[in-house]
């Protein structure tokens, strides 16, 4: 069906960063998934290309976009490439939103140019290695002395952490009161040169070869007050305005990823010779890949109309969650069944769909799992 949710401008850009991809990526992207990361060279060719500050205000270097449809595009032309660099989309999509509403005006000179031209690259770190999905358990502290804050413990599942220059560090800065967990939590901007700041190993993971993904650890680091994000005690209240973007960006690049699993499957099939004729002649074929289009075409319907509603400042929880529940399970279910029809060789890394499938796995994790996601659409139905 014809989509309506893009003008022309953002087809430009489109074409642009499909051309840019196709070249400076795709062929070298083997090489980044052994080395576990991509290059620092890499995102600053994004900054000059001006898609890592696409809503940074033009006063500091950036696009000064309002939207989030040019993120839309990008995240859905990496999907459309096979490449999982999840760490574009947690600079872009997911810690921008936080410098862009909570830093004053020093600390927006001294981060969003950096930011937009890709020579700082950030991170953000919620998950600790006790907590996962409850962030009110945090147990990292930040203790304030003088001018500083006495930064202490550790972080886990990290995006982006290996080649982060600043990474937004979730910390309890006093004790919650016995009915409230939430309260008590901040926001830090840690530096990565910080004496008492290390990054840990690159963990080795199922899939997102290439997408860097550490561990955290801060003993006695010393973070100047004037890098605290937005007030002390309200970092909990802060996450919670951006998780609908947060959440509607991890089913825009679910949703394309779905649709790259059918075409890449299509070509096969049409190519594939089984008992004499191509693997498209049978029928389970045909009714697969039915199946398969039919769900690619919901989910982008239900993709469109949040993105709509995201620009229009009224995407709900709720309805984040019913997209991202949607298109994340969506995706693995197509992935799966594409995978299916390769046989044998859908099984062998040489073969694309047998890397989309692992990428598959953690959309249902990580952004909130799917049933976090059921549990915020039950409370929205009154459940």
């Known amino acids: ?45 994004l900054g000059k290309l001006g898609v890592l500050g696409l809503q940074v205000p033009e006063e500091y270097g950036g696009g000064g976009q309002r939207g989030f449809k040019f993120n839309a595009v990008v995240n859905e032309e990496l999907a459309r490439a096979k490449l999982g660099l999840g760490t574009v989309r947690v600079h872009t999509d997911i810690v921008l939103p936080y410098l862009l509403r909570y830093a004053d005006a020093e600390q927006r000179r001294r981060w969003l140019p950096g930011v937009a031209d890709g020579e700082l690259m950030t991170a953000i770190a919620m998950t600790e290695p006790g907590t996962g999905s409850d962030l009110a358990g945090i147990t990292t502290t930040a203790v304030r002395d003088g001018d500083h804050y006495v930064l202490n413990g550790a972080k886990t599942f990290i995006t982006g952490a290996v080649n982060a220059d600043l990474v937004l560090v979730v910390a309890r800065t006093s004790a919650p009161p016995p009915d409230d967990r939430r309260a008590g939590l901040s926001i830090l901007v840690v530096e990565a040169a910080t004496p008492g700041f290390s990054v840990g190993r690159n963990l080795a993971k199922l899939g997102l070869k290439a997408q860097d993904t550490a561990e955290l650890a801060f003993d006695g680091v ?24 947060e959440r509607l960006s991890i089913a825009v690049n679910a949703q394309a990823a779905a649709a790259a699993a059918l075409e890449l499957t299509l070509g096969y099939v049409a190519e594939r010779n089984v008992f004499g004729k191509p693997l498209s002649g049978f029928q389970n074929t045909k009714f697969v890949l039915a199946e398969c289009a039919t769900d ?84 929205s139905i009154g459940l």
């Open 222 to 245: 010393r973070v100047p007050a004037a890098n605290l994000l937005g007030e002390e005690g309200r970092g909990f209240e802060y996450l919670g305005h951006n998780l609908a973007q």
């Open 1 to 45: 069906m014809r989509r309506t949710v893009f003008d022309e401008d953002h087809e430009a850009f489109r074409a642009t960063v499909r051309d840019f991809l196709a070249r400076e990526v795709v062929p070298v992207f083997p090489e980044w998934e052994k080395a576990g990361a991509a290059p620092r060279d890499f995102y600053r060719l």
């Open 296 to 379: 690619v075409e919901a989910g982008q319907a239900l993709v469109d109309r949040a993105l709509e509603e995201h620009d229009a400042g009224g995407l709900s929880a709720a309805d984040a969650a019913k997209v991202k529940l949607f298109c994340t399970e969506l995706q693995s279910r197509v992935v799966d069944k594409c995978l299916q029809l390769h046989g044998g060789y859908g099984y062998v890394l040489d073969y694309p769909i047998a890397r989309m499938y692992a990428d598959a796995r953690v959309t249902r994790i990580y952004g909130g799992t799917s049933e976090v996601m059921k549990s915020i659409i039950a409370k």
